[in-house]
């Protein structure tokens, strides 16, 4: 979609980590053969799709990290955004709406299904992103005002 002179876009994905082992430490869990499949599975998707300079952003938990490692690509740590994280950090760590260009945040439910529902329906309520799934948001100014988009949400079973 073609933007008016002076609009600002931002996208924002959220890409929720693949399946992962149960364990008691849960910073340490690690995935899945299936999980391992899925992050995979979703990598190739998003990269083949994803938007010039993005700006990648994963908790510090291990099956995270072992997620968008399959990417292949450079990405931030920042331990504000683990599993205990809160909407308010996901929304520092990216930069939204104001940032330009384009950031990817892997992280965990329930704060990434609590994200995408404020951005979207304007209250946080617990929406659940399964494992593995991406939810790609846009936030574009159009005649002085600000629009949230939702671009795509798939779940990685859909690509298989």
Do not use: Y
């Not at 149960?22 to 499949?37: F, N, Q, S, V």
């Not at 929304?91 to 104001?98: C, D, K, M, T």
């Not at 574009?140 to 779940?155: D, G, H, K, W, Y």
């Amino acid at each position: 979609m073609p933007a008016f002179p002076g609009d600002k876009n931002m996208d924002l994905l959220l890409w929720r980590h693949a399946e992962a082992e149960d364990g008691e430490d849960d910073m340490k869990r690690r995935l899945t053969e299936r999980g391992l499949k899925q992050a995979r599975t979703m990598a190739a998707w998003i990269n083949a799709h994803r938007p010039k300079d993005l700006r990648i952003i994963a908790s510090p938990s291990v099956r995270t990290q072992q997620t968008v490692e399959a990417l292949k690509l450079p990405f931030e740590t920042n331990r504000k955004i683990g599993p205990e994280a809160c909407v308010s950090e996901l929304i520092a760590a990216s930069g939204w709406p104001q940032a330009s260009g384009s950031v990817l945040i892997i992280g965990h439910q329930p704060s990434l299904g609590r994200l995408a529902s404020l951005l979207l329906a304007g209250t946080e309520s617990d929406w659940s992103v399964k494992k593995g799934a991406l939810w790609w948001l846009s936030n574009r100014v159009r005649r002085n005002e600000s629009q949230t988009v939702l671009r795509a949400m798939i779940p990685v079973e859909m690509l298989d």
